[in-house]
């Protein structure tokens, strides 16, 4: 789900006093423990919900868990949290100077991990792949960001205001173009376990930035530096996974996925006939774009539509192709309708 993944983010500029020739390129940089700590915690969140979804995945929860109620408000939240704390510190890192040896070295890590993941999810699940997840909205909105550096705060909100309402007023159809899914448009949801899309998110990473920008580095140091807490006490280990939270995002899936994985060994879940196994899939792939009340409709319009078709056992044995099957395409594109009026 979602992070902040910028380990620049949390380093200022600073001159050595008693080095008068020290210059903007040469400073010294120091980390602000509170941002790694409110990094951390985000991720802790994040473990929180992935153990949820993967549990959901493996059959233990009811299929549709993770995507609704208070439990799809706290993967948003997540989200936010991570790009929020993403914008903030970009300011901090570049707002005097942009490092770009430094960006460019970070932008390429997060893009590479950005790629593995979708590598991986595809192999894992290709019917709902992550193509625009948080990595990749990560990187994006690096780029994207520096436009905003030397941006008077009030523009910066004024943007991110517009941006966040912007899908709410275009009426903009991307499902001809499906190079411009990432932008967030389009009357037809893609199917993704983890889709963050330039509207509205880039607003939440805006705010971030006009935070910091408001707020200006001496307030921000004298706010959030602080000695670094014990390495083994709660905030220490949640300052520990901030500074490394790119490791940390690649590595927590793979962990519990092994684990529930070994335990359902030990327990198994409880079999899953066809239809039911079809909700669970389906119900995850639209959570993230759709209500809970519209993935419900939008799950049982296509279930309703594949059996009455014949095309539902041919389906769950892999013998169509979802993505170009004609038949599929109407069904969806009907589905997605009749889902779109409740949403």
Known sequence: MPNSLHN?????????????????????????????????SALAAMVIYHGAWDLEFFGYLQAGTTGSGLWRIFARAIAGSFLFIAGFSLVLAHGEAIRWRGFARRLVMIMAAALLISVATYQFDPDSYVFFGILHAIAFFSVLGLCFLKAPAIVTVIIAIAVFLAPRYLDIDTYAYPFLTFTGFGSIPPRSNDFVPLFPWFSTWLAGMATAQWMGRTTIERLFAGTQPATWSPSGLLSLAGRHSLAFYLIHQPVLISAIFLASQIVAPPMAEPVAQYRMSCQRGCAGSLSALACEQFCDCTLGLLLDQNLFNAMMQGNIDIARDPRILRITEQCTDEANEVN
């Open 8 to 40: 620049e983010a949390n380093c200022l500029q600073t001159a050595t006093p008693d080095n008068p020739q020290d210059s903007a390129s040469t400073r010294r940089h120091h980390r602000l423990p509170a941002i790694d700590i409110a990094r951390g």
